[in-house]
């Protein structure tokens, strides 16, 4: 009986699919990624911080995400659905009613009170069911939950009737003409969807690199390329000025925002073999979820605390010490979180029970 069970579960062994190994260096740009997010979240993080890190920062994360997409090509479209609600919407509702039950408790408080108090308990809801980015203000972070959807959605669509090169190249003339024309029209679409035909594109490109490319593996040999492309990215980024792509703002002129993202988005991962050196940048992009969805709680929290015991009197604002400290502290604080959340609640996180071993 032993021998005929143990044959059973060799023969499951070898017909189930063999999941990839992680690239320490993709898990390290993701690291990057996210750590520039936080830091650009911060208060008191100043401003031409936030005109470089934003030229590129969104983008490098539609880029990766595309850069991992080919493991989705074979799914049917039930897999693709269940497998992007279960890791991005779940992670997306729940992180926004913990959001929404903060801002319950503290709308009333000190500046809270000026800008929310008159503010119906219901409204963020209604940010909840549009994906708007403006109208999620209780967790202004969780847009880009709702956009990765949509556009890994599409990607995928689309993969089913082109190739990745096709998909990117069909997706360039209408991302620079949305980026020309739609921001004028001072229109916003549910579900991030004023954001796809830019994101597509992003998403493409990830997708033909990670077929036909390889990051370098020399330590060296990258971070020199990384140098080269660093001086025309941080002369077009600065040039074109402050980026959100939340906002619709893609600086002054379209051409220059998509090139510096490009090389910005080229800098991080030719230099991902140096950043994979750092145990703490893998971890880090190994739990960007966790990371994005939690930060700004903490930000919120703090403020708090630092209103209540007097930190910044009227008419001084935090500096640049505050936000590298606040943002320190969130991410060194998903540690014990995220152990909670494996223990206790996965699905926040998007994993399933029985992967939860192997995420711990």
């Known amino acids: 009986m032993a021998s005929n069970t143990e044959a059973v579960l060799q023969r499951q062994r070898a017909i189930a699919p063999v999941m990839p190994?992680?690239?320490?260096?993709?898990?390290?740009?993701?690291?990057?990624?996210?750590?520039?997010?936080?830091?650009?979240?911060?208060?008191?993080?100043p401003s031409w911080f936030t005109v470089l890190a934003y030229s590129f920062h969104v983008p490098l994360f539609f880029v990766l995400s595309g850069w991992l997409s080919d493991r989705r090509d074979a799914y049917s479209l039930r897999q693709l659905l269940d497998t992007l609600v279960r890791t991005l919407l779940v992670p997306y509702v729940f992180f926004f009613l913990v959001a929404y039950a903060y801002w319950l408790l503290t709308r009333n408080i000190g500046e809270k009170a000026l800008r929310w108090g008159q503010l119906p308990w219901w409204d963020p809801l209604i940010g909840l069911l549009s994906g708007i980015g403006p109208q999620l203000y209780v967790h202004p972070a969780l847009w880009f939950l709702p956009a990765l959807f949509v556009t890994a959605l599409a990607y995928q669509l689309l993969r089913r009737v082109l190739q990745p090169e096709m998909i990117a190249l069909?997706?360039?003339?209408?991302?620079?003409?949305?980026?020309?024309?739609?921001?004028?029209?001072?229109?916003?679409?549910?579900?991030?969807?004023?954001?796809?035909?830019?994101?597509?594109?992003?998403y493409a490109v990830g997708a033909v690199a990670g077929r036909s490319a390889s990051l370098p593996r020399s330590m060296w040999v990258g971070c020199t390329a990384a140098l080269l492309i660093?001086?025309?990215?941080?002369?077009?980024?600065?040039?074109?000025?402050?980026?959100?792509?939340n906002q619709l703002r893609f600086?002054?002129?379209?051409?220059?925002?998509?090139?510096?993202?490009?090389?910005?988005?080229?800098v991080v991962l030719l230099a991902s073999p140096l950043a994979a050196q750092s145990a703490v940048l893998r971890w880090i992009g190994r739990n960007t979820l966790l990371i994005l969805c939690t930060h700004i709680l903490v930000f919120f929290a703090l403020s708090g605390v630092a209103a209540l015991a007097g930190l910044f009197p009227a008419g001084t604002k935090p500096g640049a010490e505050w936000a590298v400290t606040v943002s320190i502290f969130s991410i060194a604080l998903c540690v014990p979180m995220r152990w909670v959340l494996l223990r206790y609640a996965p699905w926040a996180l998007g994993l399933r029970n029985e992967t939860v071993g192997a995420a711990a």
């Open 21 to 45: 190994e992680r690239d320490p260096r993709i898990d390290a740009a993701k690291g990057v990624a996210i750590v520039l997010v936080v830091l650009g979240h911060a208060k008191g993080i």
């Open 230 to 245: 660093a001086v025309p990215w941080l002369l077009l980024a600065w040039s074109n000025g402050r980026v959100d792509i």
């Open 170 to 202: 069909l997706s360039l003339p209408p991302a620079l003409a949305w980026i020309l024309a739609f921001p004028g029209a001072g229109l916003r679409l549910p579900f991030a969807l004023d954001v796809l035909p830019v994101a597509l594109l992003y």
């Open 251 to 266: 600086g002054a002129t379209a051409w220059k925002f998509l090139i510096a993202s490009l090389l910005g988005t080229s």
